[in-house]
């Protein structure tokens, strides 16, 4: 499918290494697989220490400590002080639910350099409801507290969906009253779990809008103390982004058991030939491993992108929406408005938005508990 990669292959800026996919919390946008790998499969502490410190001879810079719930992870202190004594700078992915002040103190103590906390929305109802998991409002706020308490600089990040993207405005202060140096306000990603729900969760153009501008509004207030990052929401986009930077040239995921994958939700694209730090090296795996070398540079493109004059900036958009909504990885992202799928990806988001009583499906849990997710206003 692809020319290979270049003979001046750079090396990943960035690791996501997903430690566990445990986690308590059961959000209906979760992009992590349906299937999601057992405990027992988990890479051991020994083994996670090895992959940094490969990624560190590789030239990763960053090491995104992430789930699942890493705090699920009884050795997080020391895969944390592996990191940190590989060279990587560690950022913790967390929803702060697992992290007590104690715990919290020697994971900086460890070489914990930042922290991102997720949040699901602004109030507390609303906010266990989406989570899943009663109280996780709370515990939230007083995480947040302890992560600027002891002098760790700490990201806020929120998924917007049609349940709480009218309350941006009320997320970006609240990021700024937790001490946050940065917000990413992110529009969800209808992958893995998330994709299931994705007619309860997509909101209407209008909204989008309305965000989108409330966003805008609310930077000049927050120059200089807090980076406001908004991820917009491809359904209602007419190009698409270049998904990581583009496939395979600028980070790599480790699943928990091991597997070596160019995005989140590759696994999804049927054919892939995935390799494991348990067999290989990392450097190895980044240079020859079939499913980097599959969608690397442009050569595997097809038209309309093989002849595009943005095909080295946007590289395509999404392979894994590529196949979702087109039934093809090598399409064109039908994000972009030169796909023949575009107008269809239009269709699904008008016609998911105006959809009346749905409720969220939990995972593992069906479709248990409270009230239909409202159909906005405008
Ligand atoms: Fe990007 Fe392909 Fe669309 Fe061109 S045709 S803008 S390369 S997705
Ligand atoms: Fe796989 Fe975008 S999530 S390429």
Redesign the pocket.
């Known amino acids: 499918m692809s020319d290979g990669p270049p003979a001046s292959l750079a090396p990943p800026l960035g690791l996501l290494a997903e430690l566990t996919h445990r986690c308590p919390l059961a959000c209906p946008y979760c992009s992590n697989p349906l299937a999601l790998e057992r405990q027992g499969a988990e890479l051991s502490t020994a083994a996670w220490a090895g992959v940094f410190a490969e990624a560190a001879d590789l030239g990763v810079l960053h090491v995104h400590l992430s789930g699942g719930e890493p705090a699920s992870r009884r050795d997080l202190v020391e895969l944390t002080a592996a990191a940190h004594a590989a060279g990587l700078y560690t950022n913790l992915i967390t929803s702060g639910i697992g992290t007590d002040a104690v715990r919290l103190a020697r994971l900086r103590d460890a070489g914990l350099d930042h922290v991102q906390l997720s949040i699901q929305d602004t109030e507390a109802e609303s906010s266990d409801h989406i989570a899943g998991y009663p109280g996780a409002f709370a515990r939230k706020q007083a995480f947040a507290r302890e992560v600027t308490a002891l002098g760790l600089a700490l990201t806020i990040n929120a998924v917007v969906h049609r349940a709480n993207i009218g309350r941006v405005g009320a997320m970006i202060e609240t990021a700024a009253t937790l001490g946050a140096g940065r917000l990413e306000v992110a529009h969800t990603q209808y992958?893995g779990w998330a994709l299931r729900n994705r007619a309860a969760l997509m909101p209407t153009r209008a909204q989008v809008e309305r965000a989108m501008a409330d966003v805008e509004a609310a930077r000049p207030r927050h120059v200089g103390r807090m980076v406001i990052d908004l991820v917009v929401p491809d359904y209602y986009a007419r190009r698409p982004k270049p998904?990581?930077g583009g496939?395979g040239r600028r980070s790599l995921n480790v699943t928990p058991s091991g597997r070596v994958l160019p995005?989140?939700?590759?696994e999804t694209i049927r054919g892939l030939e995935f390799w494991s730090v348990r067999d290989r090296h990392l450097a190895e795996i980044w240079a020859k491993s079939p499913a980097f070398e599959a969608f690397r540079g442009t050569g595997w493109m097809r038209e309309p992108c093989r002849s595009c004059s943005l095909r080295e900036l946007d590289f395509g958009g999404?392979?894994?929406?590529a196949l979702a909504l087109a039934g093809d990885a090598a399409a064109a992202d039908p994000a972009c408005d030169l796909s023949p799928h575009h107008a269809r990806m239009l269709a699904l988001a008008e016609e998911a938005s105006a959809d009346p009583g749905i409720r969220y499906e939990y995972r593992g849990r069906g479709h248990l508990r409270g009230a239909p997710v409202p159909i906005p206003a405008g």
Do not use: D, E, G, P
């Open positions: 992958y998904c990581l496939w995005c989140h939700a590759a999404c392979r894994c929406q």
